[in-house]
């Protein structure tokens, strides 16, 4: 999962959406009511970091432990350490030092738990990525060149890093020795030549057996055991439903199709068809698998706030809401464990007391 907002959708970009094949049966319906259960609050470690680096930009819930995004790398805002919660317990703990600005996203990749290094509070010869071994978390600062470290993934046996570079060539890096050492893999744009003037690959999915990497914001590059090559430009059926620092917000594979939100929730069981979902004006500001089912979190404008919805689905298609919280912010990102919901509240456009909150509630009200 992973995350950056903020949330105001305009009517320019919800007309620029009409025109995206819609698949029959995709609206989701997302109500008016407000279910909410009892809420506790989670005391944030980061909640004392200046502006947006106290937003928890993602959520992820491992071995018994709740991991919580912070920083900003826009403007140099470092989390500076890892803390993770322990659900047991209900205490936080440290788990040691993060040197980049900001922990936007977690990976869980073959079982471990990954986290790309967004933008290295060191100098820019290598990039980051961390790894949490034996309980442990573990920097790799082994990726040459590496600005920026937006993804990760595992395919073929090597883990493959999406990377931001000042050298003009594809931004993707391989280690064919668990992250000690990358190499770059080689590209080829549109045109057949090997210059890639964006310099930033933003996303990595494995989708029917093959690896795609999503260079700049819209071009779709397929891996063909050598190299990269141009397979698709998503620009005239993507949109964002609000501005991201990077493209895609969150993104998922589910039933054989790949998902990603950009504020509207974008699908595809074939790269070369993209289609959408509709969530009646709220922007989707998280997805995640959990068991069988697709979860899809919403965040809805109203008169005194923000209606927040967390919707599932069986199929990847049709979408029920199965909680909703009014709220003075939206939440950003969500993690599950059993019947337990933690949302993580956040906002880009405004510094509120509630900003980077953790709430904990019940998906389903206790009996």
């Known amino acids: 999962m992973k ?35 009892n809420l506790t609050i989670i005391p944030n470690p980061y909640k004392s970091l200046f502006g947006n680096g106290k937003n928890p930009w993602d959520m992820e819930i491992s071995n018994g432990y709740l991991y919580v ?41 073959n079982g471990e738990l990954y986290i790309p290094g967004t933008d290295p509070t060191g100098d820019w010869s290598m990039g980051n990525f961390y790894k949490l071994e034996n309980n442990e978390l573990k920097t790799y600062r082994t990726i040459n060149g590496a600005v920026h470290c ?22 993707v890096s391989v280690s064919e020795d668990g992250g000690n050492t990358f190499s770059r893999v080689a590209g080829k744009n549109k045109t057949g030549n090997d210059r890639f003037p964006a310099e930033r690959c933003y996303d990595l999915f494995v989708l029917n057996e093959t690896l795609y990497a999503i260079y700049s914001s819209t071009e779709v ?19 964002k439903g609000y501005p991201f620092y990077t493209p895609i917000g969150a993104d998922a594979v589910f039933n054989g199709r790949f998902y990603f939100t950009s504020g509207y929730l974008f699908f595809c069981d074939n790269v070369n068809d993209l289609r959408y979902i509709i969530f009646e ?39 029920e809401s199965i909680y909703t919280l009014e709220y003075p912010m939206p939440a950003i990102s969500f993690a599950l464990n059993g019947n337990e919901l933690y949302l993580g509240i ?5 510094n509120g007391a509630v900003k980077g909150n953790i709430l904990k509630t019940n998906v389903f009200k206790e009996q």
């Open 150 to 171: 937006f993804d990760l993934e595992l395919f073929d046996g090597k883990l493959f890093a999406a990377v931001g570079i000042k050298d003009g060539g594809f931004p």
């Open 69 to 109: 995004g912070a920083g900003d790398y826009d403007v140099n805002v470092s989390p500076k350490r890892l803390s993770r919660y322990s659900l047991a317990e209900q205490t936080w703990q440290d788990c040691g030092d993060i040197p980049d600005e900001q922990i936007d996203r977690f990976l869980t990749l």
């Open 3 to 37: 995350k950056l907002l903020p949330f105001l959708v305009s009517l320019l970009l919800l007309c620029s959406c009409a025109s995206v094949g819609l698949p029959e049966g995709s609206d989701a319906v997302l109500p008016s009511d407000d279910s909410q259960n």
């Open 281 to 319: 004006d709220a922007v989707v500001t998280d997805i995640a698998v959990y068991g069988d089912s697709l979860y899809a979190l919403c965040s809805k404008k109203t008169e005194n706030g923000y209606l927040i919805v967390l919707t599932k689905s069986l199929d990847g298609i049709s979408f």
């Open 346 to 350: 956040g906002d880009f456009e405004s």
């Open 221 to 239: 590059y397929r891996y063909n055991g050598s190299e990269f090559v141009f397979e698709c430009d998503w620009s005239s059926r993507y949109a």
